[in-house]
């Protein structure tokens, strides 16, 4: 016999690629972890995971209880919640994932004061620059920055705020290497590349009357992180392409100048993804993206 405590401690076994992630994901020492895993298989009788070399496999019998526990778990919450709702309160656990700049600058703000608002409700903020590395299963909502050509199965998109992109540097560098009038320009240019999600971020695309430029840079400068990226901008090292909302601020200052701004680039608009269905239900999920939503009315790069 399975109880809810056993389900959630096997889903973490499941969801962790080994024994020793599992056990910094429960908070317990590794030898706890094996001990409670061993008891559980031999008290069910059945084989639940493969240990052999440094990653967990699950078996059938593993994969079964993985996911009917998680629908039983999910069954579980809504029963609380409906519960709670009659008495007017919202409770759960809501797991968001965001991307690391945006989500450091404009997602955990909202988060701790929707926290702080309903106490019943646990938070987990993971951030990512690769969602698609996140399987949709483990997330409640997910914030994305960019257009969604097509989401996965099962997923419901929702466009929460505007942003651009822009191509911009600072005074210092321009100074220097003079300034492009056209997107061709740029070849000739230091330019900076941010490696995130999976885009092909060499190719910039421009579009002016109709018309569509596709420039290729060879960057001698590459990051995954915009804040690097951002800080090499500010240091007069090149130029970036950037979301409006990292870099309205220093734009405003003049610490950094938009450049060929009769060129549009494409749209990066904040985007929401809510995972299953009853979790896009779940009124932690709806009151938490309104309040998100609010947040960005208007988008806080543009007052």
């Known amino acids: 016999m399975l109880?809810?405590?056993?389900?959630?401690?096997?889903?973490?076994v499941a969801e962790a690629p080994s024994l020793a992630a599992a056990s910094r994901a429960l908070d317990v020492s590794p030898p706890a972890v094996t001990q409670?895993?061993?008891?559980?298989?031999?008290?069910?009788?059945?084989?639940?995971?493969?240990?052999?070399?440094?990653?967990?496999?699950?078996?059938?019998?593993?994969?079964?209880i993985a996911e009917r526990g998680r629908q039983i778990l999910d069954s579980l919450g809504e029963l609380d919640e409906a519960?709670?709702?009659?008495?007017?309160q919202v409770v759960g656990h809501l797991r968001i994932v965001a991307p690391l700049g945006f989500g450091r600058r404009h997602v955990a703000p909202v988060a701790a004061a929707f926290q702080a608002a309903h106490p019943q409700v646990a938070i987990d903020l993971m951030l990512s620059d690769r969602l698609g590395g996140v399987p949709a299963g483990t997330f409640d909502l997910a914030i994305h920055v960019g257009e969604i050509a097509q989401a996965a199965p099962g997923l419901i998109a929702r466009r929460l705020a505007p942003n651009d992109r822009v191509v911009c540097a600072a005074?210092?560098?321009?100074?220097?290497?003079?300034?492009?009038?056209?997107?061709?320009?740029l070849r000739a240019h230091a330019c900076i590349a941010l490696r995130e999600n999976d885009e092909d971020v060499t190719l910039w695309r421009f579009r002016r009357d109709g018309a569509e430029a596709r420039i290729r840079i060879e960057p001698r400068l590459a990051s995954n992180d915009g804040?690097?990226?951002?800080?090499?901008?500010?240091?007069?090292?090149?130029?970036?392409?950037?979301?409006?909302?990292?870099?309205?601020?220093?734009?405003?200052?003049?610490?950094?100048?938009?450049?060929?701004?009769?060129?549009?680039?494409?749209?990066?608009?904040?985007?929401?993804l809510l995972g299953a269905p009853n979790r896009a239900r779940a009124a932690r999920t709806r009151r938490f993206l309104d309040a998100l939503a609010a947040a960005l009315d208007p988008p806080p790069w543009r007052t």
């Not at 409670?36 to 995971?49: D, M, Q």
């Not at 519960?83 to 007017?88: E, K, V, W």
């Not at 392409?241 to 608009?269: I, N, T």
């Open 3 to 12: 109880g809810p405590d056993d389900i959630r401690f096997f889903l973490a």
């Open 36 to 64: 409670r895993l061993r008891a559980l298989e031999e008290r069910l009788g059945v084989h639940l995971v493969d240990r052999a070399g440094r990653h967990l496999a699950l078996t059938d019998e593993g994969e079964l």
């Open 83 to 88: 519960l709670a709702a009659r008495r007017g």
């Open 171 to 185: 005074p210092a560098y321009l100074s220097a290497r003079g300034e492009p009038a056209s997107p061709e320009d």
């Open 227 to 272: 804040e690097v990226v951002r800080g090499w901008a500010l240091a007069a090292r090149g130029i970036i392409l950037r979301s409006e909302w990292d870099v309205a601020d220093d734009l405003r200052a003049g610490r950094l100048v938009r450049l060929l701004p009769g060129h549009a680039l494409p749209e990066a608009p904040v985007m929401a």
